[in-house]
DNA sequence: GTAGTCAGATTGTCCGGACATACAGATTGA
DNA sequence: TCAATCTGTATGTCCGGACAATCTGACTAC
């Protein structure tokens, strides 16, 4: 008795609009997504041949194809030659991001609380100008924050960034996350480099963070790079490590 | 005076055999790769239309495209719609991989040794099965290891792998990385979902580590997935903070 | 002198087709 | 019965062209 595999992609209502100014391949890689998201593609299933479904929409095979590929750089789907297009069955959900904190924790309903402690323009050190590549000594925004989850202080951030490039207000650093600020100046952020450590906790530091000098913290530096390879953020961080842990999805360049 | 501005891809020797095997594009790509990074290329400069490029090699603008395309995926070129393509120009080296702590180790240089504590098939309990994917109980490899740098302890890692996917020679666990072991075994890895903490060493641990008791310890929890989605390994790694962190280059998706 | 407008340049999107390559299953042979 | 071969199918690679969207810089008008 045959196999009763049917295209599942046939029962999907797929169709583009034309009109829109979204690209085709964009609207069809949607669809998609969303459909696996949704489970109405289950996971491990055959997607049934590209030239078909371009047929189907109405689309050429490289549109098609752009699609796809979208979906599989995101790890979502994986293709074989000659055998065909099939969803990932596993817990991969999304990739993984420039994780940032406060997005975290408002993922996670946490309603994050955040307090400035330090917010001005100091000289650059020798490790902050070789971070943000500035001259030596030249002015650069300094911010120290605290942020609270249920009133328990959570970490302790430390940025620089260069002048010039957003206005750092205190009030807004006090309601969103710096990401955002930046976002929302235009700042197209695009990579970065970060370092993940651990040490123990000095008197100073577990003063700030309620914890015990000597006690473990968990570390992270980061340098950020905006479209044009600009660094446009330094950051050094401490988290309690009984608070927060760093979660990735990592994908193998290939 | 104008600028004497040219296409510095002019200089550039570039060419693609059209008998080997290798995918044009793919040949492209690596040319420039290496360009970029033996400085040849310089970062902030232009890379000449793509229309001029394909001509000069041959080629046809799709095959240009999508050789760009792969470095901008990897975050090495900027395109910018009316203005060209860029080389960024940041210390922004390579993206990101599946890190692998041998790799890591003898990429610095460190020459790593490897003991291996414990290597046998032993029940799997339900956080195992949880990360692999298998039956609650049902056998798994669980390999112990204790890695070693300059003869001092640096990492003790854990790990668990489901039955019947490589056979763990205890030797070779001590000769080379586990990720290289599987690979070689014809095992595509794809993904991970990693989460990395900190804590206090319990006294086993800290004997283990030859650290003390309290002292504060990295540690990585990992579930890596092949291209087919399912579970190949789950680990549980603990590191000393003094001798080693995670360096991480991240591309935020688009 | 300043602001708005226009033209050129370059990438973004999309099409239709062609052939190569690799995998799975059926067929054929020993 | 088992292994080697063949065949169909699906993706991988590549081509040549067309038009749209966007940015830069120069020109023009006020």
Redesign the pocket.
């Known amino acids: 008795m045959p196999k009763p595999e049917v295209d599942p992609t046939v029962q999907l209502e797929l169709s583009v609009d034309r009109s829109s100014?979204v690209?085709?391949?964009?609207q069809l890689s949607q669809q998609l997504e969303a459909a696996i998201e949704h489970g109405t593609l289950t996971p491990g299933s055959l997607?049934g041949?590209?030239?078909e479904l371009a047929a189907r929409l109405?689309?050429?095979?490289?549109?098609v194809?752009?699609a796809i590929q979208s979906l599989v750089d995101k790890g979502l789907l994986v293709?074989?030659?000659?055998?065909?297009?099939q969803v990932v069955h596993s817990q991969v959900k999304r990739p993984l991001e420039l994780s940032s904190l406060y997005d975290d924790l408002e993922a996670a309903g946490q309603r994050p609380a955040t307090k400035v402690l330090v917010n001005k323009l100091v000289p650059a050190s020798a490790e902050v100008a070789a971070a943000l590549g500035v001259a030596e000594d030249s002015d650069v925004h300094r911010v120290e924050r605290l942020r609270l989850a249920h009133g328990e202080p959570m970490a302790y951030l430390c940025n620089f960034l260069p002048p010039g490039l957003i206005d750092l207000d205190t009030d807004q650093l006090e309601t969103t996350g710096l990401y955002r600020l930046m976002r929302s100046a235009g700042i197209t952020l695009h990579s970065a480099r970060q370092s993940i450590g651990a040490r123990a906790a000095t008197t100073e530091e577990a003063e700030r963070l309620a914890e015990e000098t000597g006690a473990p913290l968990l570390t992270m530096q980061r340098v950020t790079f905006d479209d044009t390879g600009r660094a446009v953020e330094y950051g050094t961080h401490t988290y309690r490590p009984t608070r927060y842990s760093f979660e990735f999805q990592l994908l193998v360049r290939t």
């Open positions: 100014p690209p085709l391949y964009f997607l041949n590209e030239i109405g689309l050429s095979r490289p549109t194809r752009q293709r074989r030659r000659g055998v065909g297009t």
